[in-house]
């Protein structure tokens, strides 16, 4: 039953890479589904180097915990239209790497528990706004007819489940063989599940509205 679980976890990781290769002539050029394809061959790299050199698995997940956190900002910078929150996220992300960068090289503190814990909260915000600019947005789309919608909801789920996983198991030395990390497991298989809608989303619906550009135009602009 395990293994065939981890055969379900494997499955689902690589799915959003076939569908992208798959789907590459109608995707190709959205800039926020590349991001989502490289996040996503990152994380199974990481996955195979934790398994074959378990004795420096701290620092590859603590390099993908960063780049997963810049992966998901410049998701949402290329998804929301607002140029304020974009330069915001900008300003926050440089802030809040520095931050990591420094609590990883100081050894003060719980590194995985802090990243966590940022990483989510700031994410849910971002999706937040994402939502609400949605909403208002006088777009003939459905909201979950849109590729970034499951996205953004599998980036949720996913964080918030992992989230509470981390501080569950915050003061454990090992938390690959901990039993409870079959939980972190699970909610990959429903975040990369729900990047897989999102791709065939992309492929089947032609109006990509957020990938439209919107230099010209301040329509959208309003206060943050």
Known sequence: M???FFIIAFLAQISPLVLFFVFLKKISKI???EVIFFYVLLSL???FLVTAFKNHAPLIISVFAMCEYAFFSVFFYLCIQNRKFKNLIILISVIILSFEFFLYYSHKTNFDFWVALITAI???IYSISFFYEQVNLPSVLIIYQSYS???V???IIYLSGTLFLFLYTSDLK???NSSLWIINDAFEIVKNIFFSIAFI??????QNISTQNFDDTNIYEKPF
Not at 201 to 206: D, G
Request: proline share 0%.
């Open 122 to 124: 700031l994410i849910v």
């Open 31 to 33: 800039a926020e589904l």
């Open 153 to 155: 909801v599998g980036c």
């Open 45 to 47: 790299i990481a996955g």
């Open 149 to 151: 919608f499951w996205v």
């Open 174 to 176: 090992d938390k690959q």
């Open 2 to 4: 395990i293994a065939l």
């Open 201 to 206: 989303v992309a492929k089947n619906n032609k």
